[in-house]
């Protein structure tokens, strides 16, 4: 076995890390930041909500993390991806793990679909994604090592009614996972999503007319997801922390279905 895999079963085995979060006011980015911590990670939070955000870090800071910083920006803005990744390398010496985590949705068929819609949808899921992964390849691939964990979605890889535009962004996200991973694999860099089921998140409730209520949410679980509940965020938290971790180290280009069962039918 490589001497330079980790045989660090203590639990803190992101330890020696800097890993940067996107999305991580809210949600699965928050639950990963906090699990990363707990790790022993140094921590990079980036998102719009710069409230959300340094609430977060102060869990992080006392979960255990060594050094948490927040960074207020857009993805889908190239500029602030690259500016995000080198102020970063500047602070803290290197980037070993990115976690893309911010996305957003539409939830209208294609005739409810504004050009705006889609752009924003795209602009977000597709685009913020490709920048911020390009940004850290070019520290990646001179280092020699590094791992990137990008969120998908069960919608990436099979079709649901009433959410085009966001469909299609998380179909280009697996694609985007899988052709970085081959593009890097001779560099020493790993590129992996997760593609959650239905996660009990604020996302769950945004961009509908009324909020969906408990009865709502479970009737939806009883009929579509085998385990009959939503996932709570820190389930696929623990996913990422194992793809971003040298535990993973044979792992790359893969898509790791968190859903509860819902795409083995
Ligand atoms: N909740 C679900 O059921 C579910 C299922 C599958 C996949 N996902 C995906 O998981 C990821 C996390 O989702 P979540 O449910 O935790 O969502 P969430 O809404 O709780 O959190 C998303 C975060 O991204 C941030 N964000 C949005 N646009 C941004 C931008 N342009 N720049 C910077 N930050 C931005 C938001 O401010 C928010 O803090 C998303 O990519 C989402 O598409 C969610």
Redesign the pocket.
């Known amino acids: 076995m490589s001497d330079s895999i980790s045989n660090d079963r203590t639990g803190k085995n992101l330890s020696g890390k800097t890993a940067v979060i ?9 639950a990963t930041a906090r699990e990363f911590a707990a790790r022993g990670a140094t921590l990079v939070l ?4 710069q409230q ?1 955000a340094d609430l977060v870090a102060g869990e992080c800071r006392a979960a255990g993390a060594p050094a948490v910083s927040v960074k207020v ?4 803005q190239s500029s602030t991806c690259d500016e995000i990744v080198d102020s970063t390398v500047a602070e803290y010496g290197t980037i070993d793990v990115l976690v ?6 539409h939830r209208a068929d294609s005739l409810r679909t504004s050009d705006d819609d889609w752009r924003r949808v795209m ?3 597709v685009d ?1 994604m490709f920048f911020l992964c390009r940004a850290a390849l070019r520290h990646m691939t001179t280092a020699g090592s590094g791992a990137i964990v990008n ?5 990436g890889g099979v079709g649901s009614a009433g959410s085009t535009a ?1 469909c299609v962004s ?1 179909g280009a996200v697996h694609q985007l996972t899988r052709a970085l991973a081959l593009d890097h694999v001779e560099q020493g860099i790993r590129v992996n999503a997760v ?10 409730s ?1 961009q509908r007319d009324t909020p969906p209520t408990e009865e709502f949410l479970q009737a939806m679980a009883d009929a579509t997801i085998p385990m009959k509940r939503l ?1 709570q ?1 820190e389930e696929i938290a623990r996913v990422v922390a194992f793809l971003a971790s040298d535990d993973a180290s044979y792992i790359t280009g893969e898509i790791v279905h968190v859903d509860g069962g819902y795409t083995a039918r």
């Open positions: 996107t999305g991580g006011a809210s949600g699965m980015g928050a980036v998102d719009l909500d959300g920006g857009d993805v889908s893309t985590a911010a996305g957003t949705i602009g977000v899921n913020g969120f998908g979605s069960i919608w966001y998380k593609a959650p089921g239905e996660v009990n998140t604020p996302m769950l945004s996932a965020p």
